[in-house]
Antibody, heavy 123, light 110 residues
Framework: EVQLLESGGGLAQPGGSLRLSCAAS????????MSWVRQAPGKGLEWVSG??????????FYADSLKGRFTISRDNSKNTLYLQINSLRADDTAVYYC??????????????WGQGILVTVSS | QSVLTQPPAVSAAPGQKVTISCSGG????????VSWYQQLPGTTPKLLIYDNDMRPSGIPDRFSGSKSGTSATLGITGLQTGDEADYYC???????????FGGGTKLTVL
């Protein structure tokens, strides 16, 4: 059974940093592109970033509006996906979902989603 | 503002049919597959349709998808109160190298 379990969220200060983790199990983690998708309170889905299975330098993708403050990475030896968020702003407040791609080697169709982790940015 | 345009809300009576549109452009829907997601109140999104018109295992055939040009459509027949949810379309944008979602459509079954 595929499981995605996010952690690392909570209350953070504006201007601070946070690293989210997503522990994956139940599938061959290294083979699949993984993504982070966020949802602000009462708002729609917003794709944040994706990373291919190999985790190589040129296999990361970001939403244009979020480039620079977000860094996605993965540790295939630990079956874990990460999202580093720097210079936190109030509008980063959202539930952050870890999502698995349906196909190996592609990005954009998410067949499994984690339960989500809430990040609240407030002083 | 979402790049993929969906109506904010649709409604229909139980047993009826409803369609939800998703409009994009040549670099996104026009040249890539479309997926649809259902988010029931208080739950995580669930893949409903992929590759424009394919249903994952376990999704009833009351749900259907189609694509024409730069637009896609989700159809739901035999509406049930349990279908009340937010529905999102999504696709890859080849120019941006990014995933796009529509703004979401809230379905109310009256």
């Amino acid at each position: 059974e595929v499981q995605l379990l996010e952690s690392g969220g909570g209350l953070a200060q504006p201007g601070g940093s946070l690293r989210l983790s997503c522990a994956a199990s139940g599938f061959t983690f290294i083979s699949y592109t993984m993504s982070w998708v966020r949802q602000a309170p009462g708002k729609g889905l917003e794709w944040v970033s994706g990373i291919s299975g190999s985790g190589g330098r040129y296999s990361t993708f970001y939403a244009d509006s979020l480039k620079g403050r977000f860094t996605i990475s993965r540790d295939n030896s630990k079956n874990t996906l990460y999202l580093q968020i720097n210079s936190l702003r109030a509008d980063d407040t959202a539930v952050y979902y870890c999502a698995k791609d349906l196909y190996t080697g592609s990005l954009g169709t998410f067949d499994y989603w984690g339960q989500g982790i809430l990040v609240t940015v407030s002083s | 503002q979402s790049v993929l345009t969906q109506p904010p809300a649709v409604s229909a009576a139980p047993g009826q049919k409803v369609t939800i549109s998703c409009s994009g452009g040549s670099s996104d829907i026009g040249n890539n597959y479309v997926s649809w997601y259902q988010q029931l109140p208080g739950t995580t999104p669930k893949l409903l349709i992929y590759d424009n018109d394919m249903r994952p295992s376990g999704i009833p055939d009351r749900f259907s998808g189609s694509k024409s040009g730069t637009s896609a459509t989700l159809g739901i027949t035999g509406l049930q109160t349990g279908d009340e949810a937010d529905y999102y379309c999504g696709t890859w944008d080849s120019s941006l190298s990014a995933v796009l979602f529509g703004g979401g459509t809230k379905l109310t079954v009256l």
